[in-house]
């Protein structure tokens, strides 16, 4: 499960941080219709690090669903327990909508679902990151658990 987390997070992180490609693919097509040979190529590496999140998803959650999550820690109030099963709810969710929206959008032509997908989804993840970073650094640092460590080193 370590290695999907990590490597699931690793392609978000690439998606997030470098659309360029997809951006300027989509660019062209609005303006000209058409894109060269080198903006399709970038878009379509976008795509696939989104279809590969995907299948990771999927395959984590099926894990997740066979072996159970993992326990959460006594120290933690349950208001926040509570909070963070949320939070990895609404992760998960966003983590298929994306792929979904976007595949959508590129492949099938749904072009109000890319602004979806880049405009809306985009930011409440990088809001959810945010909250998920944030709650790995309070289980560190406040209430002194195990959760870091079980991410990194098991």
């Known amino acids: 499960m370590r290695i999907l987390h990590w490597l699931t997070a690793a392609l978000v992180f690439f998606n997030l941080l470098l659309p360029d490609g997809m951006n300027e693919w989509h660019r062209s097509m609005r303006r000209n219709g058409s894109a ?3 903006q399709i190529a970038s878009a379509n590496i976008h795509a696939y690090v989104g279809i590969a999140i995907l299948l990771l998803v999927v395959l984590r959650l099926g894990l997740r669903l066979y072996q159970g ?4 820690s006594s120290r933690e109030p349950a208001i926040f327990r509570l909070a963070a099963k949320f939070a990895h709810v609404v992760l998960y969710a966003l983590l298929l909508a994306m792929p979904v929206t976007g595949m959508a959008s590129y492949y099938l032509g749904f072009d109000s679902l890319g602004g979806v997908h880049a405009d809306i989804l985009k930011v409440i993840l990088w809001a959810v990151l945010g909250a998920h970073v944030l709650g790995v650094l309070i289980h560190q640092f406040y209430w002194k658990t195990d959760v870091l460590r079980r991410m990194t080193v098991g």
């Not at 999550?69 to 959460?72: D, T, V, Y």
């Open 36 to 38: 060269t040979a080198d």
């Open 69 to 72: 999550a993992p326990p959460s």
